[in-house]
């Protein structure tokens, strides 16, 4: 067991802020990460004797955590955060992850399932089922080893539902809350989870004082499940809005925090060398005098890129005026291709990008141009010199390219935006609005987009910055923070 160390305030993820590759000569080599907790939990201090707890997502996390005294991470390998990693047996990590959260839950939160075939809850989710309670109860015990008396657990997302629950059992001294950064399915799609699988995880998340969401309406759809599945009580304010909901003699709150883009990050890094180098490139690509539409994202099946390359292909079959004088600039950067439905996703958009080239290329133009690598560098690149940015998620629970892209746009750029993307909620009055399933309204979207004048464009840019940026990362965790202590 490990030494208790008495943390005041603990940060649960399935990721780390630090993650390590095995050289050949078995040392470790430690490559820090970023996101939206790295700098929420530097906005706290080193001083203030935080603890991040964390999952070993491969051989390099695991043998560090292995070295690692009790799994506490070298303090000069997390930029002096206290982590904590859990070497979590991999046949455990991979049914709980992959079996479930990523398989199961995603794909019920994203409304994704194609319901004639799937899903099947057979004796194969079973097991995957109870390596996910495993997974949950080992950030359990090591939350509680850790946390001091009274202490302010953050636990996030839909890898670790069942955590506050546990926790709950284990430490009730303790204030808890959980963050979700998917949606939250309404009940209907919700309740195509076994009746027990629904309600565990459920009751996982009301174990916690505090549950918060991206939107009003992932917290107002949780509501709805927890009043469908369990007769839970709902509260609710004088304008009708969920406030709490109330089970078995606790009462835990809902919460919203909008999670924003990091402006200063943003605008320091997009004007990086590397960056202009990337954007030189890309203009060479692009040609002289074309417009861009511009869409950063991974083949994760939520996204629609696929749709939104059929909206492509219709705008330059219904508007031959825009042939040769635009591109599709596509980043989509390979998502869980240990995942056989992502690989035939990613294989999908690859041939449909080439279908469209082949169609209605020339030798002077390419219409699509297709990267597949990641490379951070390239998509603020990208964002700089986009005239259209297209986001249009089938369901989403926030979105950041759509809050990113006004932050670093040069010129001024319209915003293509799917209603059913949390950030809808705070852009949708500045953006050209899409239903992700309809091709055809997409493709005249896109057509609108690219006639809007630039006058309009750059004021629309502005109010869609403001916007995007009203609680960046760093005060996006101090809010949740505050209002967990606050009680």
Request: one cysteine or more; charged letters at 25%.
């Amino acid at each position: 067991m490990a030494v208790e160390r008495s943390a005041p305030i603990l940060v649960a993820s399935n990721r780390g802020p630090v993650s390590y590759a095995l050289d050949q000569d078995g040392s470790l080599v430690p490559k820090r990460g970023g996101g939206g907790l790295v700098s929420g939990l530097s906005a706290i201090g080193p001083d203030a004797g935080a603890v991040w707890v964390c999952a070993a997502l491969g051989d390099g996390d695991r043998e560090a955590a292995r070295r690692a005294g009790a799994g506490h991470l070298d303090p000069d390998h997390t930029g002096g955060q206290q982590v904590r990693m859990l070497d979590i047996a991999p046949d455990v990590f991979a049914a709980a992850y992959n079996g479930v959260a990523n398989s199961v839950l995603w794909f019920v939160h994203h409304l994704l399932y194609q319901t004639p075939v799937e899903p099947v809850f057979d004796a194969e989710f079973r097991a995957q089922w109870a390596a996910y309670e495993t997974y949950n109860a080992a950030f359990a015990d090591a939350l509680a080893q850790e946390a001091a008396e009274g202490a302010v657990v953050l636990v996030q997302d839909y890898h670790l539902a069942l955590v506050p629950g546990l926790l709950r059992a284990r430490r009730p001294d303790l204030r808890i809350g959980h963050f979700s950064h998917t949606p939250w399915a309404p009940p209907d799609y919700y309740r195509l989870l076994p009746d027990d699988v629904a309600a565990g995880v459920l009751r996982g998340i009301l174990g916690g004082d505090r549950a918060a969401f991206l939107t009003g309406r992932w917290a107002a759809a949780f509501a709805d499940c927890c009043a469908a599945v369990l007769g839970a009580e709902v509260v609710r304010g004088t304008d009708g809005s969920a406030t709490a909901v109330r089970f078995e003699g606790r009462e835990t709150r809902l919460g919203v925090h909008g999670l924003g883009a990091d402006a200063d990050f943003l605008r320091e890094r997009s004007r990086a060398a590397d960056v202009d180098e990337r954007l030189a490139a890309l203009r060479e690509q692009i040609g002289p005098g074309r417009k861009t539409i511009v869409r950063v994202d991974r083949t994760e099946l939520s996204k629609n890129i696929v749709r939104g390359l059929l909206a492509y292909r219709r705008l330059l079959e219904t508007r031959p005026e825009w042939r040769e004088r635009v591109v599709h600039v596509a980043f989509a950067y390979p998502s869980r291709q240990d995942l056989a439905v992502y690989r035939d996703y990613t294989e999908r958009v690859r041939v449909l990008a080439e279908e469209i080239n082949a169609e209605y290329g020339t030798e002077g133009w390419q219409p699509v141009a297709l990267h597949v690598k990641d490379d951070f560098a390239r998509s603020l690149a990208a964002y700089r010199l986009a005239d259209v940015a297209l986001v249009n998620p089938i369901r989403d629970g926030m979105n950041l390219v759509a809050k990113e892209v006004p932050v670093v746009s040069e010129r001024g750029c319209a915003l293509v935006l799917s209603r059913e993307a949390g950030a809808y909620e705070e852009l949708g009055a500045d953006a050209v609005v899409v239903n992700p399933y309809d091709v055809e309204g997409t493709a005249r979207a896109l057509d609108e987009a690219l006639r809007t004048p630039e006058d309009e464009r750059a004021d629309r840019t502005k109010h869609l910055a403001a916007a995007a940026t009203a609680l960046p990362p760093r005060d996006w965790f101090l809010a949740q923070l505050r209002a967990l202590q606050e009680g």
